[in-house]
């Protein structure tokens, strides 16, 4: 098959590339670094000419609702729209679990997305994930200075890795909808595999609402179980 990967070059849209490769289908790079802009829909007919199937990872950092939900209704409708030009036959998401129940700027953003996929032309599918072994990173990278702050949200996270090879599962298969959701191993507070990562920085815990802490960004009913642990991530950086 021909894939391409919106996000190609992110924390887990690099994994994703890799993957596709590795399970030998030819792969199209979308991003700005690769000359397509989502924002704009710059490039995007010619990177989707001939592709079969769309893998949606592209992504944000904010926690502004307007700006997450500019983003991805933007980037969603120009990806569609195109991907109906070029008779791409299946779109892929990824999303978070959780965010049907937690109220966040940034989750608003994924629902939109979520629903112009599953309401759009092409016959999609949506996998929600819980945040990434790599999320503890992520969260250090992105706040500025020695001492980070960090919600104490209850997750069961999950392997970028895992979580590119469910996604280049999907991307074979037939559309589903909304797939089943994919966790990892074990429940983790988000503070304490913040301070496994964090190398020397001190590592403050704030209360994350009472969603977030209570056990809403964990699956509610059946998922499929990422591998790689925590612990095995962490030893294997
Ligand atoms: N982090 C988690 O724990 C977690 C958990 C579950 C689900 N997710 C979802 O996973 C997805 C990927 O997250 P990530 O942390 O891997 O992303 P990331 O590292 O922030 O990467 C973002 C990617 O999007 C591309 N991009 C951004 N703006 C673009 C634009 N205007 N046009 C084209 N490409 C653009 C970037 O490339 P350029 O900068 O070159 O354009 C980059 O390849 C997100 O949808 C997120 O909601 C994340």
Do not use: C
């Amino acid at each position: 098959m021909r894939i391409a990967v919106a996000g190609g070059t992110g924390m887990v849209g690099e994994l994703v590339v890799e993957r596709a490769r590795a399970a030998g289908h030819e792969v199209v790079v979308i991003s700005r670094s690769h000359g397509v802009d989502l924002t704009t829909g710059a490039g995007l007919d010619e990177a989707l000419q001939g592709v079969d199937a769309v893998i949606d990872v592209a992504n944000v950092e904010t926690l502004s609702r307007k700006k997450a939900i500019d983003f991805f209704e933007t980037t969603t409708r120009h990806l569609l729209a195109a991907e109906e030009r070029s008779h791409v036959r299946h779109h892929v998401v990824l999303s978070i679990v959780g965010v049907d129940r937690v109220d966040s700027g940034y989750y608003a953003g994924k629902r939109r997305q979520e629903e112009l996929a599953l309401a759009g032309p092409i016959p999609a599918t949506v996998l929600r994930a819980t945040q990434f072994h790599e999320f503890a990173a992520q969260l250090i990278a992105r706040v500025p200075g020695p001492v980070k702050v960090v919600p104490s949200m209850l997750t069961r996270p999950v392997a970028a890795a895992d979580v590119a090879a469910e996604l280049v599962l999907l991307a074979e298969g037939p559309a589903q909808g909304l797939a089943t959701d994919l966790a990892g191993p074990e429940v983790l507070k988000m503070p304490a595999m913040v301070r496994r990562v964090a190398r020397g920085k001190l590592v403050l815990t704030v209360p994350a609402g009472r969603a977030m802490s209570g056990g809403g960004l964990l699956p509610a009913g059946d998922f499929r179980r990422g591998e790689v642990t925590f612990d095995e991530w962490v030893a294997g950086r």
